[in-house]
């Protein structure tokens, strides 16, 4: 079994949540008792419970919401666009480099590395240089 949700939430009850590995359940000659539905479930999984869930942590997207519009939340969020997230999301989405296409690791090296001399020679062309 491997662990696949600290903080899972379920009928207003907070938990852990486990999973069994597919190898080592499907193969299970006790796998028609151990599972509920073993048509249709791929693996065991179990939930242990350690008591009633805070109602303010149960909406996600509030507690997002109120961590970023707070003043350190503004700050940090303001400030990831000075990182390197920008470029990842560049050579992604905009230079299709969603896999790479070579084997090996000095292959996808210098694959990874031409990406992003053409990203960094990309920003010099578009602020101005070599005019």
Request: proline share 3%; net charge positive.
């Amino acid at each position: 079994m491997c662990q696949s949700g600290s903080n899972c939430i379920h009928n207003g009850q907070i938990g852990t949540k486990f999973q069994g590995a597919l190898r080592d359940c499907v193969p299970c000659t006790l796998r028609d008792n151990c599972l509920r539905k073993p048509d249709t479930t791929q693996a065991r999984q179990v939930m242990f419970f350690r008591g009633k869930a805070d109602p303010a942590a149960i909406n996600v997207m509030d507690r997002m919401q109120r961590a970023i519009d707070s003043e350190r939340g503004r700050a940090l969020y303001g400030g990831r666009f000075a990182t390197v997230e920008p470029v990842f999301g560049n050579i992604r989405y905009n230079k299709g480099l969603n896999r790479f296409t070579l084997r090996g690791q000095k292959k996808v090296d210098g694959q990874w590395k031409l990406y992003c001399l053409v990203h960094n020679i990309e920003k010099l062309a578009h602020h101005g240089y070599g005019q």
